[in-house]
């Protein structure tokens, strides 16, 4: 507990420091036309966020010395375009993907509901890296308001082509929240370990940028002595992680067809997503089987 709050109060104060540098190219960004954004404003607000996360993973592996057991990891550059999905069940996740990638690929940009880019200082930096947020109409919302069927994935589409102006690494967590068995039992999902996958993100984003993604890069996480929390992580409780990496080829007809309009294609990556689940889901169980061998495969990649 105490350790929980130490590692809070230095969390906010090192976010808070960090903050007033990245106000400064924010207000920049907004003034500015958009051609010297990219090349004079952008570079230094992902070295921004770069710093932020880096200080976080140095406190995990150093101070709290969390075992890694990562295999599968081949490719890594940050002169390529990377579109990457993974199971989803804590916020801790997400620094699992960055222990993984930073400083190895270009900054992941994650989906993002827009709701959270109201959240002080990270928001603004999520918005200032062009993180594409996905806006989710309700079914009634949408009787009442038809016009604004399809702008949700017209918005993300939009946003993943800003990815096309420079080596990115876009980030989609194909079940759209976190795991739980509340979750899983509501969806009547046929998976033990995972919700249902969500299309669409995923599809626009290839449909965006096709040409330029050479795989999908499937990540697979698994904490074997639980799921932790955020507030876990800063208690120094998240001690073993266990992660598989794999490139599955898209196929070509992905990248030039509707998803929205048409129904073959929508059916066709439907069917994809489901089969990489399914083999996602048998590799969790195998996994968490085999829990108490992890230990003694663990991997340093602390450096």
Same mark, same amino acid.
């Given at each position: ?11 906010? @104060? +090192?976010? =808070?420091? %960090?903050?007033?540098?990245?106000? *400064?190219?924010?207000?920049? !960004?907004?003034? $500015? ?63 699992? @993907? +960055?222990? =993984?990638? %930073?400083?190895?690929?270009?900054? *992941?940009?994650?989906?993002? !509901?827009?709701? $959270? ?187």
């Amino acid at each position: 507990m105490v350790f929980g709050i130490i590692s809070a109060l230095m969390l906010l @104060l +090192y976010t =808070l420091f %960090l903050g007033v540098f990245l106000y *400064l190219f924010v207000i920049l !960004k907004i003034l $500015l036309p958009e051609a010297l954004v990219r090349r004079l404003i952008d570079p230094p607000i992902e070295g921004i966020a770069t710093l932020w996360i880096a200080g976080i993973l140095f406190w995990t592996n150093r101070v709290f010395r969390v075992d890694w057991d990562i295999q599968g990891l081949q490719r890594a550059n940050p002169h390529e375009w990377f579109l990457i999905t993974a199971n989803h069940q804590s916020w801790v996740d997400i620094f699992v @993907l +960055y222990q =993984l990638y %930073l400083n190895k690929a270009p900054l *992941l940009k994650f989906f993002i !509901k827009k709701e $959270l880019g109201y959240i002080p200082i990270v928001g603004q930096a999520w918005w200032a890296l062009d993180f594409p947020f996905m806006r989710r109409y309700s079914k009634t919302f949408l009787r009442k308001h038809p016009e604004k069927a399809g702008d949700d994935l017209k918005e993300t589409q939009q946003a993943c082509r800003k990815f096309s102006y420079q080596p990115s690494s876009v980030m989609n967590f194909l079940e759209g929240t976190r795991f739980t068995r509340e979750k899983q039992q509501a969806q009547n999902s046929p998976f033990r370990h995972l919700l249902k996958p969500k299309t669409g993100g995923l599809a626009f984003a290839i449909q965006a940028l096709g040409e330029r993604f050479s795989a999908l890069t499937n990540v697979t996480i698994v904490y074997p002595d639980g799921i932790p929390t955020f507030w876990d992580m800063l208690c120094g409780r998240l001690q073993r992680v266990v992660v598989r990496v794999e490139e599955r080829e898209i196929p070509e007809a992905f990248s030039r067809g509707d998803y929205q309009n048409d129904r073959q294609i929508r059916a066709a990556m439907q069917r994809w997503t489901s089969d990489i689940w399914q083999e996602k889901d048998q590799l969790i169980e195998q996994l968490l089987a085999n829990n108490h061998q992890t230990s003694g495969n663990a991997v340093d990649v602390t450096g």
